[in-house]
């Protein structure tokens, strides 16, 4: 029988620090045993449990993509007793990552549509390996036009800036990056918060059009009316909720919203299914 | 169907053959009431005791259970790397479990082996037991079993049914385990099938006449779970709770647990622990959010599980196995009959 809490042990490969505030780094992370990268692979939009011995787990988006070979990335804020601890290690050092875990993006419904991502904050990692996997160069054709609008508290506070500077050059995506606010002169993107973006850039909705949204609770609150005044159905809007989780396989009873489990039937969820849920998330 | 009669006369020095093969359960009187066990060599099962202040669910889910170790002596070369602890192997056989808490098993089975994961802790403890069950012939007077799927002579999720016949049990043998154990008891005195069968119907019927508590429980999956989450009758079921957690704890179906991390010395450990969805930590975010942040939202939690998205989720019926553990121990006689009728009858304008 197959115990699905013991972790695959990882060496920390490399550590990054994500934004300017620190408060945010990425872990690059090599499992220790030939096998186990094959044993879990995962799908983009799947968690795992980050999982240090002695001290806990925390679940936490995988931020690289089914596509990038060899390591496995988590972009982690330092919040709690397990992030902070996570925080303080270093390259080198031995851990475990169990999963993956969850479902994903619904990339077969999604293939031949119009895909529009929305993110706000750090909520940005499952993004990231949303969009790195629908750019490779094997997926790009399966996909119609591609929108990802994305805006943090200032240019600092921006996940994977590099990146996104790269795919605002490119032609077979639409990056409508954004800040709250900057005194930056030489920024030149958006400054405003992401449903005022949201209302001003992204698509009109047909059927072919779905939007994938991750942000904060308030980000999200103000995005949901602009969607819909765009055409955007509660059936066309994905979703990926948090919940406090320990187990992860849908077994130790906390994540629940209803009847739905966030980490086993989640994070991934329609508008349309959590408006049929108690919002206890 | 095979029975035996066991007289009870040679009841201890079966058990006592049986102790080679099996580690035995069984009630016992200990400073905090009746407790299911595991028995010390020369102690026996109370088997007169009536419902034990906790159930048996501990036998396959223990309150604290030790699930993985690493070592973090870096000298070492697996430090850090966590592995499953070993767990013994030596058969179990429960004496005295009664039907309500074999069926509670059943349903807490649903969650730990389920078609996707199966949790080894509880499915290795379930593979190794043998449950012996004992009828219930004097029902407590908050016993609500028959209202749940179950009953005084349930056979779901029993390797033996046993009934008290003063100077002997009769005992039907259910499953191979339970020829099994009976084998190493040296309990083989077969009685006619026909006439014990007959004999428990009507110890059956005259154990359901005295069930008195009922519930109806036939509407609640025809209901809404937003209509039932957003009634506006759990404010005043949840007034008088005081978020203790006891329902949680004595119920036989109730499998929420939390993991945990120990470190001492060089040697980390990973726990699980019984967790209650009455505890403000159960969904308390770490950046201080917290969905189920009140007491209302708490309790709300609690019965919707047992009285709505369980029956929704499974169609197995509600997640309660009628015990009455929880009425009998809640400290403000909150009553679980009370809320699923409220439930039930709820109309949404």
């Known amino acids: 029988m197959e115990n699905p809490y013991v972790p695959y042990p990882v060496r920390i490969d490399d550590i990054e620090v994500a934004t300017e505030d620190k408060s945010l780094k990425t872990f690059t992370f090599v499992f220790q045993n030939p096998g186990d990268e094959e044993k879990f692979a995962y799908q983009a939009g799947q968690f795992a449990e980050l999982s240090i011995p002695g001290v806990g787990e ?41 999963g ?43 996909f119609k036009n591609i929108d990802v609008i994305y805006g943090a508290r200032s240019p600092g506070m921006l996940l994977y800036r590099q990146e996104l500077f790269d795919w605002e050059k490119r032609d077979d995506i639409n990056m409508h990056i954004t800040v709250d606010s900057t005194d930056d002169p030489d920024w030149k993107y958006h400054t405003g918060f992401v449903p005022q973006i949201v209302e001003k850039n992204a698509p009109v909705a047909d059927e072919d059009t779905y939007a994938i949204v991750c942000g904060p609770p308030i980000m999200i609150k103000f995005t949901q009316p602009a969607l819909t005044q765009l055409g955007y159905q509660d059936h066309q809007i994905f979703m990926s909720l948090e919940n406090r989780m320990k187990c992860g396989i849908g077994m130790c009873g906390r994540c629940n919203i209803g009847k739905e489990l966030v980490c086993k039937d989640g994070p991934v969820f329609t508008l349309e299914q959590i408006n049929q849920t108690p919002k206890e998330y | ?18 102790r080679k093969t099996y580690q035995v359960f069984g009630p016992v009187q200990d400073e905090n009431g009746c407790q299911i066990k595991p028995l010390p060599p020369d102690v026996y099962p109370l088997m007169d005791a009536g419902v034990t202040v906790m159930s048996p669910k501990s036998v396959l889910f223990p309150q604290t259970e030790k699930m993985l170790t690493a070592t973090l002596d870096e000298t070492r070369e697996d430090h850090h790397v966590m592995k499953p602890v070993e767990k013994e192997d030596t058969p179990r056989v429960v004496l005295g479990i009664r039907p309500y808490d074999a069926r509670a098993i059943q349903l807490v089975k649903l969650n730990f082996d389920n078609p996707d994961y199966q949790d080894p802790y509880w499915c290795k403890a379930y593979e190794r037991t043998t449950f012996v069950g004992l009828a219930v012939t004097h029902p407590d007077p908050c016993d609500f079993s028959t209202s749940t799927g179950c009953g005084p002579f349930s056979e779901e999720g029993l390797d033996v049914l046993m009934a008290d016949l003063d100077d002997r049990y009769l005992a039907k043998i259910l499953t191979q385990k339970g020829e099994d154990w009976a084998g190493a008891c040296g309990f083989d005195t077969e009685a006619d099938a026909a006439e014990s069968q007959a004999l428990f119907d009507i110890l059956r019927k005259e ?10 429980t036939d509407r609640l999956s025809e209901k809404s779970i937003l209509d039932l989450h957003e009634a506006p009758f759990w404010d005043d079921v949840a007034f008088s709770c005081i978020n203790c957690g006891t329902c949680t704890y004595v119920c036989p179906t109730c499998w929420c647990f939390d993991i945990q991390d120990e470190t001492k010395h060089k040697t980390a450990t990973r726990f699980r622990n019984w967790d209650s969805c009455m505890s403000p930590l159960f ?30 989720k499974y169609d197995q019926g509600i997640m309660c196995v009628g015990c009455g553990r929880c009425v009998a121990s809640c400290p403000v006689n909150i009553d679980i009959r009370e809320v699923c009728k409220t439930m039930n009858n709820y109309e949404s304008k």
């Open chain 2, 207 to 216: 154990a359901e006449k005295n069930i008195t508590a009922s519930v109806d």
């Open chain 2, 283 to 312: 969904t308390h975010h770490a950046s201080g959010h917290n969905p189920r942040g009140s007491k209302v939202q708490r309790v709300r939690q609690r019965f919707m599980h047992k009285l709505k998205y369980f029956v929704d």
């Open chain 2, 1 to 18: 169907m095979k029975f035996i009669t066991i007289d009870k006369k040679d009841w201890a020095g079966g058990i006592d053959k049986s």
């Open chain 1, 58 to 98: 925390i679940p936490i988006g995988i931020a690289s993509s089914p596509v990038e070979k060899g390591f496995v990335k988590f972009t982690v804020f330092r919040t709690g007793v397990v992030t902070s601890h996570l925080h303080n290690m270093k390259k080198g050092d031995i851990m475990g990552i169990r």
């Open chain 1, 100 to 142: 993956p875990l969850g479902n994903w993006y619904p990339w077969e419904k999604l293939e031949n549509k119009n895909v529009v991502i929305i993110g706000g904050g750090f909520a940005f990692t499952t993004l990231r390996s949303a969009i790195v996997y629908m750019l490779d160069p094997a997926n790009r054709s399966r």
